[in-house]
């Protein structure tokens, strides 16, 4: 589902409409702050980072952060700390 190269493929498995990288990043924030289907979101999320530290493992860049945010196991948590990263989720 998700190649890990950056949060667009976030908007896109949510169905929100990108814009530019601004626009399209407090997009995401609001969708993963809001109250709805957090499991889901969480869910995909997790995949995501996974992809996400796998891409950026092979150039030896922030795998890392990615694999521990990941390991965050309140749904709720998860969102709202990786809700202050969606700008640095691209490799």
């Known amino acids: 589902m998700f190649k ?3 949060y667009e493929e976030l908007a896109e498995a949510w169905g929100l409409t990108i814009g530019n990288d601004e626009e399209t990043v ?3 924030v ?3 702050l809001s109250s709805e289907k957090k499991d889901e979101k969480a869910r995909d999320l ?3 980072l996974k992809t ?3 891409e950026e493992e ?3 860049y922030r795998a890392s952060l990615w694999r521990g ?3 965050i196991s ?3 948590d998860l969102l709202n700390v990786a809700s202050r990263l969606v700008d640095l989720m691209w490799t």
């Open 46 to 48: 997790r995949e995501f």
């Open 4 to 6: 890990g190269h950056g």
């Open 69 to 71: 945010l990941r390991e």
């Open 74 to 76: 309140d749904d709720g």
């Open 58 to 60: 092979a150039i030896g």
């Open 26 to 28: 407090k997009i995401i």
């Open 30 to 32: 609001e969708e993963m």
């Open 52 to 54: 996400l530290a796998k």
